[in-house]
Structures are given as structure tokens and as C-alpha cells.
């Protein structure tokens, strides 16, 4: 059985940082791309940032810069880490692999 397990979200002030994880199991996260997908209050879901098998990573245009993709094949562990977080980054963030789907974690921006 494949899972993804999604943490690290949370309320954060504008201009602040946080590190999303994801834990997978059932899934040697070495032989597939991952993806963290967000979606907003009353908005459709979004993918946010890409890591390839050879770790090539991809960003949507709004967090290029600050957002970063990385992954831990040993601990099968995917993370994003967002720096200088908006209002605008405020959703349920997602981890992503096929078809298969974390549970979110939620990300809240606010002074």
C-alpha cells in the first residue's frame, strides 16, 4: 500500500519560512517523479514544484526563487522549503506521486 504523508505545515507570518515534508512509503521515491500540489480556499488545485527521477526540479512561476524541491531517497522523504511566504501562498498543500495522494497539510499566512 502506497502512502504519503504530508507535515510541517502551519500559521506563519508574511515574510516567513516554513519546511513541508513528506514521508512515503510503499513507493521507492528514487524510481519516480514527486510533486507538491496546493490548493486554496474556494480555488482549484495547483501544482507548485516538480523533482524528477534524476533530480531535475521545476517550480511554478509564483514561487521560483522561493520555494525549493528537494528529496531524501535513504529516508524516502520529499520536503519543500518556502521562504518569504505570502498571503497568496496560503492552501492545503499536497504531496504527489501518480495517482497517489498525501492527506495536505495547511498552510496559513498571517500577521
Known amino acids: 500500500e502506497v502512502r504519503l504523508v504530508e507535515s510541517g505545515g502551519g500559521m506563519v507570518q508574511p515574510g516567513g519560512s516554513l519546511r513541508l515534508s513528506c514521508a512515503a512509503s510503499g513507493l521507492l521515491i528514487s524510481s519516480t517523479a514527486m510533486n507538491w500540489v496546493r490548493q486554496a480556499p474556494g480555488k482549484g488545485p495547483e501544482w507548485v514544484s516538480g523533482i524528477s527521477v534524476d533530480g531535475f526540479t521545476t517550480y511554478t512561476t509564483s514561487v521560483k526563487g522561493r520555494f525549493t524541491i528537494s528529496r531524501d531517497n535513504a529516508k524516502s522523504m520529499v520536503y519543500l522549503d518556502m521562504n518569504n511566504l505570502t498571503a497568496s501562498d496560503a492552501a492545503v498543500y499536497y504531496c504527489?506521486?501518480?495517482?497517489?495522494w498525501g492527506q495536505g497539510t495547511q498552510v496559513t499566512v498571517s500577521s
Open positions: 504527489n506521486s501518480h495517482v497517489y
